[in-house]
């Protein structure tokens, strides 16, 4: 079964809202979380590794104001889209360590700004 | 830079027969090396992963790792249409820290 629980699924919002991916581990505790875009035929960017209790670490290029994490508990960070953009459509995926060193990664979201 | 390089494809193999799938890494010190199978519009799930040099397998399944000559390669037996999808290669750096490097993918088509 699933051990990363991402959600939504999908998401449609309007340009310069914005809007909150939540991502869970399931049964387990995950003091590091990463969040990932995916653009379509392309491979997994990292965005940001999210530390629980702490300041998320982003990425070269990555805007942390525009991409809110916060990692408040040790099973749940959220990835908030600040003021959309139709180029920040793209499918977002989480995931957590596991075991070690392996990761696990959510379901993914996909979002689209019309 | 650091780097994980894989061949995009298709690859395209008949029903039944061996899928090879290989990946080359940059960074001689890099500690694991994992599979994971992503299918279109879909998250990747993890297949294999590898520590040592040698062979491993899981089913199907067999990951292959040369540390000396810097490659890992995944062998699918008995290819089934349902493994048609992309392969990512992913490898943790010297630093041992979890930010895994991903390679582009490799497409798999399986053709019935």
């Known amino acids: 079964g699933a051990v990363v629980s991402q959600h939504p699924s999908w998401v449609i919002c309007k340009s310069g809202t914005s809007v909150k991916i939540e991502c869970r581990s399931l049964d387990f505790q995950a003091t590091t979380m990463f969040w990932y875009r995916q653009f379509p035929k392309q491979s997994l960017m990292l965005m940001a590794t999210s530390n629980e209790g702490s300041k998320a670490t982003y990425e070269q290029g990555v805007e942390k104001d525009k991409f809110l994490i916060n990692h408040a508990s040790l099973t749940l960070s959220t990835l908030t889209v600040t003021s959309a953009h139709p180029e920040d459509s793209s499918f977002y995926i989480c995931s957590a360590v596991l075991q070690g060193n392996t990761i696990y990664f959510g379901e993914g979201s996909w979002l689209t700004v019309v | 830079q650091k780097e994980v390089e894989q061949n995009s494809g298709p690859l395209s193999v008949p029903e039944g027969a061996i899928a090879s799938l290989n990946c080359t890494y940059s960074?001689?010190?890099?500690?694991?090396f994992f599979w994971y199978r992503q299918y279109s519009g879909k998250s990747p799930e993890l297949i294999m992963s590898?520590?040592?040099?040698g062979d491993k397998e899981d089913g199907r399944f067999t990951a292959q790792l040369n540390k000396a000559s810097q490659y890992v390669s995944l062998l699918i037996r008995d290819s089934q249409p349902s493994d048609s999808a992309t392969y990512l290669c992913a490898v943790t750096p010297t630093s041992g820290t979890y930010k895994y490097i991903f390679g582009t993918g490799t497409r798999l088509k399986v053709l019935a």
């Open positions: 590898i520590y040592s040099n």
């Open positions: 960074d001689r010190g890099s500690q694991s």
